[in-house]
Each structure stands twice: as C-alpha cells, then as structure tokens.
C-alpha cells in the first residue's frame, strides 16, 4: 500500500450528497479482486453516456462532457471534494480501489458511511471529515487548478489562500497511513514471531503439518 505522508493535490468538486458505491464502482466491474484496473471504471454512469461492461475499451467510449471528472480543469486531481453520506450503500471495497486507481489519494466530505470510511484507510486513500461548513466554503473557493496541502502528520490542509484547517483521526489508522501499512503489512512485521510459532507449534503437533 502507497504511504500517505503530504499531499499538495489537484482538487475535484463532486458537489452531490449520498454518493453511494454502486455509483463509485457499479456491480457489473465487481468479477476481479486483484486491487488494480478499476479506475477507468470509476463513476461510470455518470462518467460516459453508454452502459459499461468489463470488457470494454473506455477510451473508445463516448464522455459524459458535463460530468465534472471529463473537464479539463480537473484532469490530474488527486483530492475528491463531496457532500455528507459519502460511500453509502454497499460494503464493497472495489470502491476505494476505483478511486485509488484513478489517482485521488484523499476524499474530504462532511461525513462519510462507516464500512466505506473504514475501507478507505486499508487502501491508501485518506477520507478527512470537516464540518459542513468548512466544506461549503471550499466549494465556493474552488475553480480550476485549485490546490489543497494536505499534511498527515500535522493533520493539517492548508488552501491557496493560506487558511489552514485541521482534522481529526485514530491515530492508529494515521500510523498506518503514514507507513503505507495495509492489514497483511502490519501482521508481516510479526513474521519472526509468527515463524518461531509455527515451528513451535510444529514441533509439539506434527501431525498438522503432513504435507
């Protein structure tokens, strides 16, 4: 997993509330669990103006030209900017993996669904809760080519005009993000202690062990 440590990044405006997860990712791009190629895939209905299937080429596909990830402006954008109930719906976590392979490392909404939330943080992505009306006022600040510093370790964003503005996290998923450390990466920094188990526990019951 891609450690989250600062982030100076491109900000997309979803300005829409219960964004849910067949919206993020639709059911039908849901047959791989591989983690990667999900991002072409991302926002689909909404991204393009036919019906999607796996197997398709979406470079050949005809755009949605209104939809605010097809404008110029917004190409690059690493930090999604939405609305309260942010994930809602399903417990899929091919969400975050669409926004991941996308390329957004951050989602700031006022509130998130709780499973999504939790999602995002084993996936490298960062969702950042502010109140509604810090919210609010970075949709009126933001047009193209808006930046936003976004500092982990300082729990800090800091907007282009300098205002600065902090949020909360556990700070066990704050370590783990800094270090890039997914669930089989945190249980990996025990692989001495679990080897020495295994040949412990090999030893005392060998009979678990025939090949």
Not at 134 to 154: K, M, N, T
Request: net charge negative; proline share 6%.
């Amino acid at each position: 997993m891609q450690a989250f440590t600062l982030l100076n990044g491109l900000v997309a405006p979803l300005d829409r509330a219960n964004v849910d997860t067949d919206a993020i990712i639709p059911k039908q791009f849901l047959k791989s669990i591989r983690r990667a190629g999900f991002g072409p895939y991302l926002f689909d209905e909404w991204r393009y103006l036919d019906h999607g299937e796996p197997e398709m080429d979406c470079s050949q596909r005809p755009l949605n030209k209104d939809f605010v990830l097809n404008l110029p402006q917004y190409q690059g954008a690493q930090v999604l900017l939405a609305r309260e109930n942010f994930g809602c719906g399903s417990s899929r976590e091919h969400a975050p993996w669409a926004l991941e392979d996308f390329g957004f490392r951050a989602v700031i909404a006022p509130s998130f669904a709780d499973i999504f939330y939790n999602n995002c943080f084993k996936n490298g992505v960062l969702p950042i809760v502010l109140p509604a009306a810090a919210v609010d006022g970075l949709f009126q600040e933001i047009s193209g080519g808006y930046r936003l510093l976004i500092d982990l370790a300082a729990q800090q964003i800091t907007t282009p005009s300098g205002l600065k503005i902090g949020f909360d996290i556990d700070d066990n998923r704050k370590y783990r993000l800094l270090n890039g450390l997914d669930d089989i990466a945190l249980s990996l920094q025990h692989a001495d202690a679990i080897a020495a188990y295994e040949a412990a526990r090999a030893k005392r019951a060998p009979w678990l062990f025939v090949a």
